[in-house]
Nanobody, 115 residues
Framework: QVQFVESGGGLVQPGGSLRLSCAIP????????MGWYRQAPEKERELVAR???????YYAEFVKDRFTISRDNAKNTAYLQMNMLKLEDTAVYYC?????????WGKGTLVTVSS
């Protein structure tokens, strides 16, 4: 079982920034592919960004040039830096870890963008 420690959500005004963190204790973190997904009310969960164990990144078109995914293997932590936040970025953001074809999910952290 994979344990997640997610943090960083909250309330922010449009145009503001937040950084989400996802820590996974244990020695396998460096081998994990990490991803951030989000789910807005009454919408399906969607991929926001992911980063491979080798550091390759992928971004959904709707967050390109605004969000940055990164990882610090020494701290067993993945990050999602979110800049220029928009009202439509409001959602619960979930951390996902994938290893050997198996995916595991964090409980999610709420991001609310509101004026």
């Amino acid at each position: 079982q994979v344990q997640f420690v997610e943090s960083g959500g909250g309330l922010v005004q449009p145009g503001g920034s937040l950084r989400l963190s996802c820590a996974i204790p244990g020695s396998i973190f460096s081998a994990l592919r990490m991803g951030w997904y989000r789910q807005a009310p009454e919408k399906e969960r969607e991929l926001v960004a992911r980063i491979t164990s080798g550091g390759e990144t992928y971004y959904a078109e709707f967050v390109k040039d605004r969000f940055t995914i990164s990882r610090d293997n020494a701290k067993n932590t993945a990050y999602l830096q979110m800049n220029m936040l928009k009202l439509e970025d409001t959602a619960v953001y979930y951390c996902q870890a994938t290893f050997n074809g198996m995916s595991y999910w964090g409980k999610g952290t709420l991001v609310t963008v509101s004026s």
